[in-house]
C-alpha cells in the first residue's frame, strides 16, 4: 500500500481507467477514487468506453469522465481489470502514462504496473478503494460511499454470493453511515427489469416443463423469441434460475437457440447432480452445480438426448 | 438489559414463545436464544403454533421444541411479538409463567412483562437476541450464528429493507466469521419458489399491460386462477412489482380476484405519483408509494376507473 501511496503522492495528473462493459463495481470503484483524489486536489479524469448504463446513472463523480486526446498523464490507475485487452481503447491511457497502478480482485491479473495490488480475497475492488481512501486520510463522503456501496453491492449480489466476508459487512456498516439511499440504490442497481428481459422471463415460465417426478425442469428461448425481443446478452441472465428455484427441483436445464438449430444449453444443480460432468458429454464445462455446452439439431431431439443423461445421475 | 440478566439467571425452567405464523426472524430468534440459554445449563423448551415452514427446516435447534402440557414455567420469554393475541395458544404458557420477559423491535408493543426490552431501532429481533447473548457471556456458536443470520436476512429483506442499519452488518460481519454456509441460507430463504406461486406470477407476466406511454403497468389474477393455483398468502407477495420493476413505469396497479366480481388491489408508484391518495379515492389506504384497496365490478370496468384517478395524476 505504502508504494501506492507514494506514486500517488508523487502525480499531479491521474487518469483513471477501467474495463470494457463496466460494471457498478468497476464504475463505482473509479468515480468513489475520483472524489478522494479530486480531495487530495490532484487532476483527475476517468475515462470510458462506453456511456454509463441508464442502470447506473444515479452514480455520483460522471463529472470526472473525459475524453481522451493523446495527453501522457503523470500516473494512469487501472482498476478491476485483469488484462490490458479488457481496456479496450483506453489501454493506450496506461501504456502511455509516465507511472501505472493496477488495483484489482480478479485471481488472475497479468497486468504490468509500477505499483501492484492484487487482493483475491476482497469480493469488490471497492472494498480495495475503500481501503485506499482510507490510507491516504482522506474523507469518505457521501458521494464515495454511493460509489462504494454500489461496487460492493454489485460484485457480492448484494451480500448473498459467497465471495461476501465478515470485511464486506465491516466496510458496508462504515458506508451506510454517511446516510446513503442504501435501499433505492439497491432497487436500481437490482430491481430495474428491461422490456426485453420481461418478455424472455415470460416465455422462460411459458416453456418451462419438469420431469422425473419434478426433479428435473426444462425451459427453452427459441431464435425467434429472441429476435423479438431485441435481447442483449445480460437479458438472459438468470433465466435458468427460474427452473433451479422452483421447490423440489435438483436440476434445470436451460436452452437458448443462438442461431437456427444450434442451442447454447445451461445447467444449474442444487444439491448432488454434478452438472459439469453432463456438460462435458457435450462438450462443454463448468462447476459441480453450475455449468454450460453447445448442442446442434432440432429442440426435442437435443432436450431428449441431455435429460437422458441426466436421468442417470439423478 | 441487567434487569433480563438477573431474571435469566434466576429461573430454571425456561419457555420460549413467540408469534404465529413464524417466521425467520420469530425462529431464528427463538433458536438461536435457545441454544444460548442450554449452554447456561437452563431447562429450555420452545413452543410453536404451527410446524417450522419447509423453508426454514434447515434451522437448527428443531430439538427444543416442545408439546405444551400444562406446566408452569420459571421464565417466559416472548419475542418479536407485540400483543398476546398474536400468540395464539402459546398466550397460555406466557400467562401462567413465574416470570415474563417480552423483546421486540416493533413500533407498538402491548405486552405486559416483568422485563420488557423494545427497540425499534433493531431491524430484526434477531440484532437484539445478539446483543443479548453477548451481555450473558455465551459464545456466538455456529448453531446461534445460523440462526440469528436468518433472522436478520428475512427482515431486512437481506440488507435491501431501508430498516437495515450500520449495526445489521457490524452483527452480520460477526456471524459470517463463524463460518456459517450464508450463501446456501440465503438461496433457501429468498429463491425457493412454490408451484403456485411460479404459476401465479406467470398469469401476472401475461396478463401484463401498459398505458400511458409505458408509464403505468397493470396486470391481474382471476379468481379461477387463484384456485388453480391453490394459492396460499404469500404466493401473492410482491407480484405488484413485476409491473413497479419494468423500465419506464412510475405506477403499478395489481388486482386480484378475492371472489367473483370483487378486487384486491395494490398500488406501488416509483419516484413522484402519492398512491396513498389514489388508493384513498377507492376507501383503500397505505403509504405514498405503497396503498392498497378493495374494489367491486367487472375487471375491465375497474381497471378503467382506477386508471382514469391514475392520469389525473401523472
Given at each position: 500500500m505504502k508504494d501506492l501511496i507514494d506514486l500517488i503522492h508523487n502525480a499531479n495528473s491521474i487518469a483513471i481507467v477501467t474495463h470494457t462493459s463496466a460494471d457498478g463495481d468497476a464504475l463505482g470503484s473509479s468515480f468513489g477514487l475520483a472524489f478522494a483524489l479530486?480531495?487530495?486536489?490532484?487532476?483527475?479524469?476517468?475515462?470510458l468506453e462506453e456511456?454509463?448504463?441508464k442502470m447506473l446513472s444515479f452514480l455520483p463523480g460522471q463529472h470526472f469522465i473525459s475524453e481522451y486526446r493523446g495527453e501522457r498523464y503523470d500516473l494512469c490507475m487501472c482498476l478491476d481489470t485483469s488484462d490490458m485487452k479488457r481496456l479496450g481503447k483506453c489501454?493506450?491511457?496506461y501504456s502511455s502514462a509516465n507511472k501505472k497502478i493496477t488495483i484489482d480482485h480478479h485471481t488472475t491479473?497479468?497486468?504490468?504496473?509500477d505499483g501492484l495490488w492484487i487482493d483475491e480475497r476482497a469480493s469488490a475492488t471497492g472494498e480495495m478503494i475503500y481501503k485506499l481512501v482510507k490510507a491516504l486520510n482522506v474523507d469518505i463522503t457521501r458521494e464515495i460511499a454511493i460509489n462504494l456501496y454500489t461496487a460492493i453491492i454489485t460484485d457480492t449480489g448484494g451480500f448473498r454470493y459467497s465471495n461476501t466476508t465478515p470485511e464486506s459487512h465491516i466496510i458496508t456498516a462504515d458506508l451506510l453511515s454517511k446516510d446513503i439511499p442504501f435501499a433505492d440504490i439497491v432497487k436500481k442497481v437490482f430491481d430495474t427489469v428491461s422490456?426485453?428481459?420481461m418478455f424472455l422471463l415470460k416465455k422462460t415460465l411459458q416453456n418451462l416443463a419438469l420431469y422425473f417426478d419434478g426433479k428435473v425442469a426444462v425451459s427453452y428461448l427459441l431464435y425467434e423469441d429472441i429476435k423479438t425481443a431485441d435481447a442483449q446478452t445480460d437479458d438472459?441472465?438468470?433465466l435458468v434460475n427460474v427452473g433451479r428455484n422452483l421447490?423440489?427441483?435438483e436440476v434445470s436445464l436451460f436452452l437458448r437457440e443462438e442461431q437456427s438449430g444450434v442451442f447454447k444449453g445451461s445447467l444449474r444443480a442444487n444439491e448432488y447432480v454434478d452438472v459439469a460432468q453432463i456438460a462435458s458429454i457435450f462438450s462443454g464445462g463448468g462447476h459441480k452445480r453450475?455449468?454450460?455446452f453447445s448442442v446442434e439439431g432440432g429442440l426435442d431431439e437435443s432436450v431428449g438426448k441431455i435429460l437422458a443423461e441426466i436421468e442417470k445421475v439423478l
Open positions: 479530486d480531495a487530495l486536489d490532484k487532476k483527475v479524469s476517468v475515462f456511456p454509463v448504463p489501454a493506450d491511457i491479473n497479468n497486468m504490468q504496473a422490456y426485453s428481459k438472459f441472465e438468470g421447490e423440489g427441483v453450475a455449468a454450460g
